[in-house]
């Protein structure tokens, strides 16, 4: 009973901590402010805890709700929006009803699985590219902070690659609590969630012929290009 509960703390620790970062970035990308962005992870944070619970109870199955990393990689890429968050917010809501509607019609997640892998895959590399550069970006611009992380999980990857994620989780809290003990003190507080609420912008000139940003979770050819063209709907 011990092992399944600490491997699904630990996938869910790595799992997060390696990709809020680039959720923040994301809604950041497309107009949010840092104290919206905040209240944006807080609100997916909490709705995945509570769904993925929901549904491993009503199934009885180890469901778990998880938002996708390419799109928040494709959100950070798409940059700003004509109408500003409140479009955002509004394509979100469209978005949304988009992925309810396909799981509702068998036809639309049949038509999505006729896209040649090959084309679905060159879709995702576009949207990866510059997310899996970071490592080698981060090493360039802070190689003390980086290295450390790097070398733990290469060394762990070859010698026990079960424990590799978790070992580089552990390495990279290491050098975010030296970081914090040595740097000075910040002079303002990080932002708490917040900014208000905000009504979404339908406008359907943008969602025709304008820049609507996709969501996290929207890019079912993206993770189908993951699975290597398996067409079968992940939660």
């Known amino acids: 009973m011990l092992r399944p509960v600490s491997a699904r703390i630990i996938s869910g620790l790595v799992a997060f901590t390696s990709s809020f970062v680039v959720v923040l970035a994301g809604l950041e990308g497309v107009g949010a402010s840092p104290a919206q962005a905040a209240s944006g992870l807080l609100a997916v944070s909490v709705l995945m805890g509570l769904c ?21 990689a494709l959100l950070a890429a798409t940059g700003a929006v004509d109408g500003g968050w409140p479009a955002a917010v509004g394509a979100f809501v469209l978005v949304g009803a988009l992925i309810v509607l ?44 980086v290295a450390p992380v790097i070398v733990v999980w290469a060394l762990a990857q070859r010698l026990s690659p079960r424990w590799a994620s978790p070992l580089a989780f552990l390495a990279a809290s290491v050098v975010i609590v030296v970081s914090l003990t040595a740097a000075p003190s910040p002079s303002a507080a990080p932002p708490a969630p917040g900014g208000g609420a905000h009504r979404p912008d339908a406008d359907r000139r943008r969602g025709r012929g304008g820049r609507a940003p996709a969501v996290p979770g929207d890019d079912g050819v993206a993770e189908r290009a993951g699975r290597g063209g398996d067409a079968e709907p992940r939660l």
């Open 102 to 145: 396909t799981g509702l019609v068998p036809a639309l997640g049949a038509l999505m699985a006729r896209i040649p892998t090959p084309i679905a895959q060159a879709m995702l590399a576009g949207v990866l590219f510059q997310l899996c550069l970071g490592p080698v970006l981060g090493v360039a611009a802070n190689p003390l902070a």
């Open 52 to 72: 993925s619970m929901l549904l491993s109870l009503r199934t009885r199955l180890p469901i778990t709700v998880a938002w996708s990393t390419p799109g928040a």
